[in-house]
C-alpha cells in the first residue's frame, strides 16, 4: 500500500502501514476470519511495511512472505489487522492451499472416465506437462493455464474437467479432432468434478447426451449407442474398465469384481 491515497481510502492513520487483502479463499481457514479490505499490519508480532516487506537481519528487509515460509501447516499465525479503520488482533490456522489444478498426483493413477470414445480426465499440472510438453507454461492455452495458475477451488471437490481426446467409433462420428478441451455442462447442468460427470451420465434418462465445452463447442450422443460403443472400445482399446480405480471407489463399484469382469 504505498499508495498515500490508497491508505487514506482505508483508513489508515499516518503513521499505520500494512498490505491490503484483496481475497479470501472461500475454503480456506482465512474464511470468516479474514475479509477482502483488511489490510494486514502484522504477521506474529512482526510489522509489515507498506510495500510488503519486514525486517530480515540487520538493515535488511525481506517479503514478508518469508514470515509465512517459517510456519507449516496446522501452526496457528497471531494477525493484527486494520477493518474499516479499527485494529484488530486475529488467530489464523495456517494451511497449504487448495489448488483447483492439482500440482502433483503423489504417485495416484490420474482418474479417468470413458463414454464410448470420449476420454475424460481432470486437469492436473502433470497433464499439462504430458499433453503440451516441458515448455507446457508457453504451449498449454491460456484458459488452462489460468486455471493452473491463477484459480482456486470455491467449492469442495471441485474439479477442472476435460476431454481428453475422442476415439473413433460409430457415436463419436465427427468429433475426432477435439481434444484437451474442458466440459462446461452436461445436458445442461454444470459440471462440478469428474466424479459428478459420472454421476450425470449415469442418472442420464434422456435419449440424447449434450456436453456442453467451455470452447463452445457441443457433442451431443446417442445415450443407447453410446452404452455400446463404451463396451467396445474398451476391448479395442484393451480398456479394463470404464472408470478408473479411484472413482469406482467412490461411487462404491467393487474394484476387485469389476477387473474380473
Known amino acids: 500500500m504505498e499508495s498515500a491515497t490508497l491508505r487514506h481510502s482505508h483508513g ?42 519486514v525486517g530480515f537481519r540487520s538493515n535488511e528487509r525481506i517479503a514478508y512472505s518469508f514470515l509465512t515460509s517459517q510456519k507449516f501447516t496446522g501452526d496457528v499465525a497471531s494477525l493484527r489487522v486494520l477493518r474499516e479503520g479499527k485494529e484488530l488482533d486475529l488467530c489464523i490456522k495456517l494451511m497449504r492451499p487448495d ?31 504430458s499433453e503440451f510438453g516441458p515448455d507446457y507454461l508457453r504451449e498449454a492455452p491460456v484458459k488452462l493455464l489460468d486455471r493452473l495458475l491463477y484459480t482456486h477451488k470455491d467449492r469442495p471437490g ?64 446417442d445415450a443407447s449407442l453410446a452404452q455400446a460403443c463404451t463396451e467396445e472400445m474398451q476391448v479395442f482399446h484393451s480398456i479394463p474398465h470404464a472408470l478408473s480405480k479411484d472413482l469406482r471407489e467412490a461411487l462404491g463399484i467393487p474394484v476387485v469384481a469389476a477387473q474380473a469382469a
Open 158 to 221: 471441485q474439479q477442472v474437467v476435460m476431454l481428453n481426446q475422442v476415439l473413433a467409433c460409430e457415436a463419436t462420428i465427427g468429433y475426432e479432432d477435439i481434444s484437451n478441451s474442458q466440459v462446461a455442462k452436461f445436458n445442461d447442468v454444470k459440471v462440478n468434478s469428474l466424479q459428478h460427470l459420472v454421476e450425470l451420465v449415469q442418472e442420464n434418462r434422456e435419449p440424447f447426451m449434450r456436453f456442453n465445452l467451455e470452447s463452445k463447442e457441443v457433442l451431443v450422443l
Open 12 to 53: 489508515m492513520a499516518p503513521g499505520q502501514k500494512g498490505v491490503l487483502v484483496r481475497e479470501v479463499l472461500p475454503l480456506s481457514e482465512a474464511a470468516g476470519v479474514l475479509q477482502p479490505g483488511d489490510v494486514l499490519m502484522q504477521f506474529d508480532q512482526t510489522q509489515i511495511a507498506n510495500d510488503g516487506t
Open 99 to 129: 489448488f483447483l489444478v492439482p500440482h502433483h498426483l503423489f504417485n495416484k493413477d490420474p482418474s479417468y472416465f470413458v463414454v464410448a470414445g470420449l476420454v475424460f480426465t481432470n486437469l492436473t499440472e502433470p497433464y499439462l506437462a
